[in-house]
């Protein structure tokens, strides 16, 4: 296998978590519900996944565990933000804590049982889930009746009350989806390693907002940018250890390369896409 045939795979395989992350965070944020929970919807889903499928032997029930756990998170964040009006941010990096500490906590307690291999689904379906995923959106926002209601209850709140709509039941179905898609994106963490380690997404929770907000909160320019950070994810693995004008670049500003990149590409176009309109509203 070639270097550039390497870095085609290794791109596909670290964006794909980016895509079904940024469409659950394009789910949720077209409603109107800022989300930048997706850190701790796939840390959580990611742990529980590895626990259930070791206790059970079955990657059927892990996966099932693993989406429910990201619905169960993103149900949480809905009833913070919906039903008791927390602030949205607020509301996210509560969760995100509260899904370090959770599965930090539960990776120690079952420590005797961390390096069992989980049982998993093939990644190709994955990546086929993925960009299946993208298509359906895509449809679905722009030619279903729910797609529609959708938008307008994140464009203006207020109007689409008016038109005999109910934003709250449309944000909780919402979050229902992102969930879905975010816990799938915690799954195939686990499924790429094929076991758990401590904070293991990385930040990529993070990135896949970035990528999102990069989309101007459309499916497939958020695909773009999801391959984009996945490729220089991928590139840094590949750079590791190559000197570049006779220097030994440091492994650390390698890893750093990613996260770099995503500061580079916010700066440079977050005032440039606007955000649905009624993003935060009540």
């Not at 590895?50 to 990201?70: D, F, Q």
């Not at 049982?113 to 998993?120: A, F, I, K, L, Y």
């Not at 963490?189 to 907002?209: E, H």
Request: glycine share 12%.
């Amino acid at each position: 296998m070639t270097e550039v045939e390497q870095l085609l795979i290794n791109t596909i395989v670290l964006s794909a978590p980016l895509v079904l992350a940024a469409l659950g965070g394009l789910i949720s944020e077209r409603s109107g519900v800022i989300n930048i929970a997706l850190e701790g919807v796939m840390l959580t889903a990611a742990c529980i996944t590895a626990i259930v499928g070791v206790a059970t032997g079955s990657a059927v029930i892990g996966l099932a565990a693993g989406i429910g756990a990201g619905i169960v998170i993103s149900l949480l964040h809905a009833l913070f933000t919906q039903a008791f009006s927390i602030d949205h941010i607020v509301s996210g990096m509560a969760i995100n804590a509260l899904a370090i500490g959770g599965t930090n906590f539960m990776t120690k307690a079952l420590s005797e049982h961390s390096q069992e291999r989980v049982p998993v689904y093939p990644n190709w379906a994955y990546y086929t889930l993925a960009l299946a995923a993208t298509f359906w959106i895509g449809f679905y926002l722009k030619h279903t009746r729910g797609g529609l209601h959708l938008l307008a209850v994140g464009n203006d709140p207020d109007k689409s009350r008016q038109m005999g709509l109910d934003p709250i039941k449309v944000r909780y179905l919402a979050l229902v989806g992102s969930g879905v898609l975010a816990g799938l994106a915690g799954v195939l963490i686990v499924s790429n390693a094929q076991s758990f380690s401590d904070q293991m997404t990385a930040g990529r929770g993070f990135i896949a907002l970035a990528a999102l907000i990069l989309g101007g909160w459309r499916p497939w320019p958020a695909l773009g940018a999801c391959l984009l950070f996945g490729l220089f994810s991928a590139l840094q693995l590949q750079m590791q250890g190559t000197r570049i004008m006779g220097a030994d670049i440091p492994y650390d500003a390698w890893k750093a390369l990613p996260y770099l990149v995503t500061i580079i590409a916010l700066a440079g176009f977050l005032g440039r896409n606007r955000a649905p309109a009624g993003l935060g509203k009540p």
